[in-house]
Every structure is written in C-alpha cells, then in structure tokens.
T-cell receptor
Framework: DQQVKQNSPSLSVQEGRISILNCDYTNSMFDYFLWYKKYPAEGPTFLISISSIKDKNEDGRFTVFLNKSAKHLSLHIVPSQPGDSAVYFCAARGYGGSQGNLIFGKGTKLSVKP | EAQVTQNPRYLITVTGKKLTVTCSQNMNHEYMSWYRQDPGLGLRQIYYSMNVEVTDKGDVPEGYKVSRKEKRNFPLILESPSPNQTSLYFC???????????FGSGTRLTVV
C-alpha cells in the first residue's frame, strides 16, 4: 500500500507561469517531508523540505505547503523555467528509529515549455 | 568535493552470480541508504543505516544484504541475483535525518 502518492505522472507548464506539484500521504506519523528533483542519468538532488510542525517553507522560487489535516503537500515553482524540466519526487520520513526510512512517491515529470 | 560514489556505474551479470555494488561517502554522514528505481514504481528503499553496525530494512529488502563496518562505506550485496533485480540502484547518505539524503549517480544493473 502506497504511503506517499503523487497522482499526476506528468505536468506541462509554460515558461514564466507557476508549476504546482502535488503529493498525498497516508501515514500521520510522518514528521518530515522533502522534495527531490531528478534529471535523467543522474541521482536525485534535494530541493526543499518541511517539518510537520510548519505549514510553509520557502526557498527562492520554490515553496512547499503542508496541509496536515488533508495529509497533502504541494511544491510551487514560480516562475517556472525550462531548466526546471525534470522528474520531481515527494518523500516522507517517520519518527524516531525509522528516521532513516525515507519513503518516496512515484514522481511527477514536469515539462516547462519555452 | 563532497560526494557519494558508487561503483560500478553499469553492470551486466548472470543469474545466481554473487555481486557487490560499493558505495562510499566522504562527508562523514551518519545515515546511508540504498534505493532502487524502476519504471512506474519510483524510488523504493532497500536498506538503510543510521550508524556503524546499525542497519534496518526498507520497503524492498528481499534478495539483498548490506553491511556498515565503517562510517564511509555501505556496500550492497546480491548473494544470488535474479532477473527481477534488474534495476537502477542509488546509494545515498545524510548527516542527519532532517538534512535529506545526498544521492550517488546510480548503478544500472542488468541480470540475465
């Protein structure tokens, strides 16, 4: 049973507009959420994270929003650039002894058109 | 340069022939982990380690072994590889649980 779900396999956005990538989770014990970006033939790279005690974290063009009651988080990229075209993975981590257990969604492929 | 190094980058092997994929990090990270990436399935965690001699199963540990005898190294061992272990494997490390993992460049394994 998937604990972290990214229901949109792909997303296409025009350059300069906002990209919104969504992620849902089922385990209320997750305490930390992360977004990774992956280009072909490379390992994933860490993008931004948010603690479960917060509802927003911002880093430049990237903002992550967390809605704990809905078990939903989203990544906003504003403005989108062609170099943002990649696969984006949402990930979640549990408490205590399971902190090393980082669970990923299946990813959303973002295409930013010039 | 701070990095996670996996070797080899590509490997083709036959069913049943034991193999080891090495992983080394030079950042003095506590946490290390192995993932496999398959089409339509995303990244699935195989094993992780929170310190030397401390390892735990991830979501898909069957058919794999790991060891953490030194802080910097975390090899992945396939005692008897099978074709369903054909995949893209990533090693990762993290200073702390909050920091997120830094990933290596990947090892593409084909078992025939």
């Amino acid at each position: 049973d998937q604990q972290v779900k990214q229901n949109s396999p792909s997303l296409s956005v025009q350059e300069g507009r906002i990209s919104i990538l969504n992620c849902d989770y089922t385990n209320s014990m997750f305490d930390y959420f992360l977004w990774y970006k992956k280009y072909p033939a490379e390992g994933p790279t860490f993008l931004i994270s948010i603690s479960s005690i917060k509802d927003k974290n911002e880093d430049g063009r990237f903002t992550v929003f967390l809605n704990k009651s809905a078990k939903h988080l989203s990544l906003h990229i504003v403005p989108s650039q062609p170099g943002d075209s990649a696969v984006y993975f949402c990930a979640a981590r549990g408490y205590g002894g399971s902190q090393g257990n980082l669970i990923f969604g299946k990813g959303t492929k973002l295409s930013v058109k010039p | 340069e701070a990095q996670v190094t996996q070797n080899p980058r590509y490997l083709i092997t036959v069913t049943g022939k034991k193999l080891t994929v090495t992983c080394s990090q030079n950042m003095n990270h506590e946490y290390m982990s192995w993932y496999r990436q398959d089409p339509g399935l995303g990244l699935r965690q195989i094993y992780y380690s929170m310190n030397v001699e401390v390892t735990d199963k991830g979501d898909v540990p069957e058919g794999y072994k790991v060891s953490r005898k030194e802080k910097r190294n975390f090899p992945l061992i396939l005692e008897s590889p099978s074709p369903n272990q054909t995949s893209l494997y990533f090693c990762a490390s993290s200073l702390s649980a909050q920091g997120g993992y830094t990933f290596g460049s990947g090892t593409r394994l084909t078992v025939v």
